[in-house]
């Protein structure tokens, strides 16, 4: 039952699928083992009413309406943080300058074209996929993207600042990040097989390295790190799975 408790927990603070509550401070950071759970059922649902038919015919419209359920049933969070990291990510020369930035709840220039390239990115890669009928290679983009979150969490761990995301950071354990890797690997070996699994988890980590280098220069990482890595997982995960189309 308290696995279950922390699974719904997770899911609740990460999506509309489950009702949203206060987390106590000290489980917070057991949302991390729960990540690629998470990214399972929220892909489950995205997909599945496309898989079962709606708009067959209009592989762009579905692209489309599964962007629009994903930034709904995640309330735009990881948007947000791509968005906040490219407009701050312009001040990296000033630590300081770049922590007032990415606390500004206003999008700059930046922030907007980060969006756009992601949106966009994400329709265009989904349609290539819809295309093709690979239904459950949609699936696998997801859960790769909630399992950079872990990884790119585990690394920052001493560069975390205070607040809910460091709260989160902290549970980003080696344990964690290796069993998140195992299941992973295992997981999409499954679902696209092993040459499709290791090229996606490549990109992905080639996507991690100038986010990881950037927390590094400015001494932290926090809740906008995790969401930006999410869409960079996703994105690297459609870019992989389109090169064996």
């Known amino acids: 039952m308290k696995i279950l408790r922390r699974f719904l927990d997770t899911l609740g603070f990460l999506t509309r699928l489950a009702p949203a509550r206060v987390i106590p401070e000290e489980e917070m950071n057991q949302c991390m083992r729960y990540m690629i759970a998470v990214g ?110 872990v990884w790119l969490g585990f690394y920052v761990r001493h560069l975390t600042r205070p607040g809910l995301g460091k709260l989160y950071i902290d549970g980003a354990t080696l344990g964690v990040a290796l069993a998140t890797a195992v299941a992973t690997f295992a997981i999409g070996i499954l679902l696209i097989g092993p040459i499709a699994t290791i090229t996606t988890i490549a990109i992905a980590t080639a996507t991690l390295i100038p986010l990881y280098r950037l927390a590094v220069h400015v001494n932290g990482a926090n809740g906008d790190f995790l969401g930006c890595s999410v869409l960079l997982g996703e994105l690297a995960a459609g870019l992989g799975i389109v090169l064996f189309l």
Not at 41 to 56: C, D, Q, W, Y
Not at 58 to 78: E, F
Not at 90 to 103: A, G, S
Not at 105 to 134: D, N, V, Y
Request: charged share 10%.
């Open 40 to 149: 399972i059922t929220l892909g489950a649902i995205i997909v599945l009413p496309f898989a079962l038919g709606l708009f067959s015919s209009s592989p762009w419209v579905q692209a489309w309406l599964m962007v629009v359920l994903n930034i709904y049933l995640t309330r735009g969070l990881h948007y947000d943080g791509l968005a906040d990291v490219c407009d701050a990510v312009t001040t990296h020369t000033d630590p300081d300058r770049f922590w007032e930035v990415i606390k500004d709840s206003r999008s700059g220039a930046f922030g907007i074209i980060g969006l756009i390239m992601a949106l966009g990115g994400q329709i265009l890669l989904f349609h290539e996929i819809l295309a093709a009928g690979a239904y459950i290679a949609i699936l696998w983009t997801f859960i790769l993207g909630r399992a950079t979150c």
